[in-house]
């Protein structure tokens, strides 16, 4: 059954993979945990996950007929089926504002009043209007959602779901599996004549009561919300009082780091292998300092630079920090991603190459033009849904942290401890040396905040461990996690962060039951984040990992970045050698795709 699931077909050429995709969820839920308890723990562990993949197959339902640009696709979703129009490229933040255009167009050729209005909801645009326009708006409304396909429903809140109404055109990618619809929404609230004032029909950020007098302006993008582009310019129009930015509102620049390595390109082979012959250590501490699988490059960057784009609009720059290698796919020329070398960040200090990432985390902070806070991720740290600065910072700059429920191991460090492992003592010593205080918990497996001028100190401060550290090659008993845990309790007991609270999903590739865990975001879109990890595994296993990121991974992140080509290169290369090829014009992809929304008749 596992072996052939994609290809046996059933009932007059259906396949078995697209009648599970069409299972209702809680059958298919029911079916996979029954296999979990029953058959796979009587199965080889190599075959595990092979026929959990069979048993919940992820990916488009119809692999072999991708609906065409243009078309209307009926489409399952949380909001019961719908139809959404097929495009090939888009992010959430194009879709809003091609619902709002289209809205405060309509608006403009009424000859309404409308103003845009501040929204908490990074999804959804808002615009106001006065309540006596109420029946003309519904009837223009109605007509332009009918045109083309879209979708008008009441949007109020309980007890007067009249007083205001959502209006979207919902788009979705060739395979139907990326809906975005109802939650990009732009809602049109009936404010209410009261005396010399308009009442909004609901709370918003800013003002419920705005004076019928007050000036109208024009304002651009990042006021209404902080899920923009920092630098959009896009003005609209709106009520002076909502132009305020209040202390809520976090107006400093956001950097995100990447670390990134390709483990298949021979030149880095070869470095390995010199630096391996010269740290005989390795093999004698512990395998996982050296392991195969802490390098396998399966395009989980790509994808994870996509959830960037797609869910953080509001990203400044893009710094990804590689040993010479750049990817095939990414476009070097686009002005908010610089590739940094571990030569740029070491300077003089620590060892290279350096194949050691508690090594590199200890340089990052070294990275020219780095903001002051920024987000660390890991290239299998995906955002699973359009986020926003305050979730990662508080609007006076301290930096959050995402404490896990497992704990570190309270007994001392020892010869059979993984190198996370004995880093965590490492970082539990100086933070009890120095503060007086016994750190027990780890930290999740999130983008991790960050503040410059917190890594400079700790720098400073642990100066023997932090320089030890960047010396070691390879992972070492010796080490210390700056990034993803010293960093965060350091800056904890000296006032500088605060906890915070994610919605997250952590699964290891290797997992049997990581389909399903995959499944649920996948249907669901309800996680902040999640972590793909990688673990040592037998060559099957990871070839059916790599199977089940390949069929995961493009459903979910369907719609390319502008971070990517067009047109990739033949592999990995070095800056060096990408530099001294003939500059070549091409095609390039669009820093930002319309909806290919049609205009209101």
Same mark, same amino acid.
């Given at each position: 059954?596992?072996?052939?699931?994609?290809?046996? /077909?059933?009932?007059?050429?259906v396949?078995?993979?697209?009648?599970?995709?069409r299972?209702?969820?809680?059958?298919?839920?029911?079916?996979?945990?029954?296999a979990q308890?029953?058959?796979?723990?009587?199965?080889?562990?190599?075959r595990?996950?092979?026929i959990?993949?069979a048993?919940?197959?992820l990916?488009?339902? /119809?692999r072999?007929?991708?609906?065409a640009?243009?078309?209307?696709m009926?489409?399952?979703t949380?909001?019961g089926?719908?139809?959404a129009?097929?495009?090939?490229?888009?992010?959430p =933040?194009?879709?809003?504002?091609?619902?709002?255009?289209r809205?405060a167009?309509?608006?403009?050729m009424?000859?309404?009043d409308?103003?845009? =209005?501040p929204?908490?909801? *990074?999804?959804?645009?808002t615009?106001?209007?006065p309540?006596?326009?109420?029946?003309?708006?519904?009837?223009? &409304? %109605?007509?332009?959602a009918?045109?083309?396909?879209g979708? !008008?429903?009441?949007?109020? +809140?309980?007890?007067?779901?009249?007083?205001?109404?959502?209006?979207?055109?919902?788009?979705?990618?060739?395979?139907?599996? !990326? =809906?975005?619809?109802p939650?990009y929404?732009?809602?049109?609230e009936f404010?209410?004549?009261e005396?010399?004032?308009?009442l909004a029909?609901?709370?918003?950020?800013?003002?419920t009561?705005v004076?019928a007098?007050?000036?109208? %302006?024009?304002a651009?993008?990042?006021?209404?919300?902080?899920?923009s582009?920092?630098d959009d310019a896009?003005?609209?129009?709106?009520?002076?009082?909502f132009?305020?930015?209040g202390?809520?509102r976090?107006?400093f620049?956001?950097?995100?780091?990447? %670390?990134?390595?390709?483990?298949a390109?021979?030149?880095?082979?070869?470095?390995?292998a010199?630096a391996l012959?010269?740290?005989?250590?390795?093999?004698?501490?512990?395998?996982?300092a050296? #392991?195969d699988?802490?390098?396998? #490059?399966?395009?989980e $960057?790509?994808?994870?630079m996509?959830?960037?784009?797609?869910f953080?609009?509001?990203?400044?720059?893009v710094?990804?920090?590689?040993?010479d290698?750049?990817?095939?796919?990414l476009?070097?020329s686009h002005?908010?991603?610089?590739?940094? %070398?571990?030569?740029e960040?070491?300077?003089?200090?620590g060892?290279?190459?350096?194949?050691?990432?508690?090594?590199?985390e200890?340089r $990052?902070?070294?990275?020219?033009?780095?903001a002051?806070?920024?987000?660390?991720?890991?290239?299998?740290?995906?955002?699973g849904?359009? =986020?926003?600065?305050?979730?990662?910072?508080?609007?006076g700059?301290?930096?959050?942290f995402f +404490?896990?429920?497992?704990?570190?191991?309270?007994a001392p460090?020892g010869p059979?401890d993984?190198p996370?492992?004995?880093?965590a003592k #490492? #970082?539990?010593?100086l933070?009890?040396e120095?503060?007086?205080r016994?750190?027990?918990?780890?930290?999740?497996h999130?983008?991790? *905040?960050?503040?410059?001028?917190?890594?400079?100190e700790?720098?400073?401060?642990f100066?023997e461990?932090?320089?030890g550290?960047?010396g070691?090659q390879f992972?070492h008993?010796?080490?210390v996690?700056? &990034?993803s845990s010293?960093?965060?309790?350091y800056?904890?007991?000296?006032g500088?962060?605060?906890?915070?609270?994610? /919605?997250y999903?952590?699964?290891? &590739?290797?997992?049997?039951?990581t389909p399903?865990?995959?499944a649920?975001?996948l /249907?669901?879109?309800?996680v902040d984040?999640f972590?793909?990890?990688d673990?040592?595994a037998?060559?099957?296993?990871?070839?059916?990992?790599?199977?089940?990121?390949a069929?995961?991974?493009?459903?979910?992140l369907?719609?390319?970045?502008?971070?990517?080509l067009?047109l990739?290169?033949?592999g990995?290369?070095?800056?060096a050698a990408l530099?001294a090829?003939p500059?070549r014009?091409?095609?390039?992809?669009?820093?930002?795709?319309?909806?290919?929304?049609? *205009?209101?008749?």
């Open positions: 059954m596992a072996g052939s699931a994609d290809v046996r /077909r059933k009932d007059g050429g396949t078995l993979r697209r009648i599970l995709r299972t209702p969820w809680p059958v298919r839920r029911r079916m996979f945990q029954t308890r029953r058959i796979l723990p009587r199965t080889a562990p190599e595990r996950l092979r959990a993949r048993l919940m197959p990916g488009r339902a /119809r072999d007929r991708a609906a640009p243009g078309r209307l009926r489409v399952r949380r909001h089926r719908l139809g129009r097929v495009v090939t490229t888009t992010s =933040v194009e879709v809003r504002r091609a619902n709002l255009d809205v167009e309509a608006l403009e009424a000859g309404v409308w103003f845009r =209005v929204s908490a909801d *990074p999804g959804r645009t615009v106001g209007v309540e006596s326009e109420r029946g003309l708006m519904l009837g223009l &409304l %109605t007509g332009i009918r045109r083309d396909h979708m !008008l429903r009441a949007a109020g +809140p309980p007890g007067r779901h009249d007083r205001v109404v959502a209006a979207c055109w919902p788009v979705t990618d060739p395979g139907g599996n !990326l =809906v975005l619809g939650e929404a732009c809602e049109v404010w209410r004549p005396g010399h004032a308009l029909p609901r709370p918003n950020p800013v003002a009561t004076p007098a007050e000036p109208v %302006t024009a651009a993008e990042p006021v209404f919300g902080a899920f582009e920092p896009t003005a609209y129009r709106t009520r002076r009082v132009t305020a930015l202390p809520e976090i107006d620049p956001v950097d995100v780091v990447y %670390t990134w390595v390709d483990g390109d021979p030149a880095w082979q070869r470095r390995r010199r012959a010269q740290n005989p250590w390795v093999a004698r501490v512990n395998r996982q050296a #392991n699988s802490r390098w396998i #490059n399966r395009d $960057l790509r994808y994870s996509r959830a960037l784009h797609c953080a609009p509001w990203v400044r720059h710094h990804l920090v590689t040993d290698q750049v990817p095939a796919w476009d070097l002005p908010r991603l610089t590739v940094v %070398t571990h030569r960040i070491f300077g003089d200090g060892r290279l190459p350096t194949f050691n990432s508690q090594a590199i200890s $990052l902070h070294r990275i020219p033009g780095l002051e806070h920024f987000l660390y991720l890991n290239d299998d740290v995906f955002l849904r359009p =986020v926003t600065p305050d979730l990662f910072f508080t609007p700059g301290l930096t959050r +404490p896990s429920s497992s704990l570190v191991d309270p460090r059979g993984r996370a492992d004995a880093a #490492n #970082n539990r010593r933070i009890r120095t503060f007086g016994v750190l027990s918990r780890k930290m999740m999130t983008p991790h *905040p960050a503040r410059r001028s917190v890594l400079l700790i720098e400073e401060r100066a461990a932090v320089r550290t960047a070691h992972r008993p010796e080490d996690s700056m &990034l010293l960093q965060q309790y800056a904890y007991l000296t500088r962060a605060t906890p915070g609270q994610i /919605r999903r952590y699964t290891e &590739l290797a997992d049997p039951v399903l865990r995959l649920r975001p /249907r669901t879109r309800g984040a972590c793909l990890n673990v040592d037998a060559d099957a296993v990871r070839a059916e990992q790599q199977a089940l990121l069929d995961f991974l493009p459903a979910y369907p719609f390319a970045s502008p971070f990517e067009r990739p290169r033949g990995t290369v070095s800056p530099a090829l500059r014009p091409g095609p390039r992809r669009p820093a930002t795709a319309p909806a290919a929304l049609p *205009p209101v008749a």
